[in-house]
């Protein structure tokens, strides 16, 4: 069973930055899709940004949100850049099949 691990969720004021890393127990291809969710307090989850293994991307955000991976494709990472208190959820990322635990990030005004 495939696993993913979040990290580098934290607490950070605003306008300041976080560089979220997703890491995969999958081995041996590149996922088609590699993406990131986040959900906030009585909100549903929703799409944050996404990278395919050719490279292709899509924000919610692409003026301050920037996703990437390794060339493996066992850890993509989300760099937000310019954080608002609206950006406080926990963020998900997923290769279209597991997901993992979450990450909380908080922005504080």
């Known amino acids: 069973q495939v696993q993913l691990v979040e990290s580098g969720g934290g607490s950070v004021q605003a306008g300041e930055s976080l560089r979220l890393s997703c890491v995969s127990s999958r081995s041996g291809f590149i996922p088609k899709v590699m993406a990131w969710y986040r959900q906030a307090p009585g909100k549903q989850r929703e799409f944050v940004a996404r990278?395919?293994?050719?490279?292709s991307t899509d924000y919610l955000d692409p003026g301050r949100f920037t996703i990437s991976r390794d060339r493996a494709g066992k850890t993509w990472y989300l760099q937000m850049n310019s954080l608002k208190p609206e950006d406080t959820a926990v963020y998900y990322c997923t290769d279209g099949a597991a997901w993992g635990q979450g990450t909380q990030v908080t922005v504080s005004s």
């Open positions: 990278i395919t293994a050719g490279g």
